[in-house]
């Protein structure tokens, strides 16, 4: 089993940039797969980004494509998402999510095995 930890939330104006950290402990963070998903109060939970365990690929919600930007470290156990020209709408429980299966690449849907306990991003208006 995988822990996550994430980080880098907060408060910002719309327009304004956050980047959320998540770090991984427990196995071979290497082998999987990772994803950020978030869930606005009454709403359900919803995919926002994943980076496959390889690195070289990436996948994005229509939502947040072209602001926000998903990478890992691997050497660092640690993957991001860089959250640029945020909208009130982003605002969210931010969480990050470990594939259950090493090396696999699957985004319909992202299947996690792992989830950190969440940030909280709030985006004024």
């Known amino acids: 089993q995988v822990q996550l930890v994430e980080s880098g939330g907060g408060l910002v104006q719309a327009g304004g940039s956050l980047r959320l950290s998540c770090a991984a402990s427990?196995?071979?963070?290497?082998?999987?797969?990772m994803g950020w998903f978030r869930q606005a109060p009454g709403k359900e939970r919803e995919f926002v980004a994943a980076i496959s365990w390889s690195t070289r690929v990436t996948y994005y919600a229509d939502s947040v494509k072209g602001r926000f930007t998903i990478s890992r470290d691997n050497a660092k156990n640690t993957v991001y998402l860089q959250m640029n020209s945020l909208k009130p709408e982003d605002t969210a429980v931010y969480f990050c999510a470990a594939d259950s299966l090493a090396y696999r690449w699957t985004t319909s849907p992202f299947d996690a095995g792992s989830w950190g306990q969440g940030t909280q991003v709030t985006v004024s208006s």
């Open positions: 427990g196995r071979t963070f290497s082998s999987y797969s």
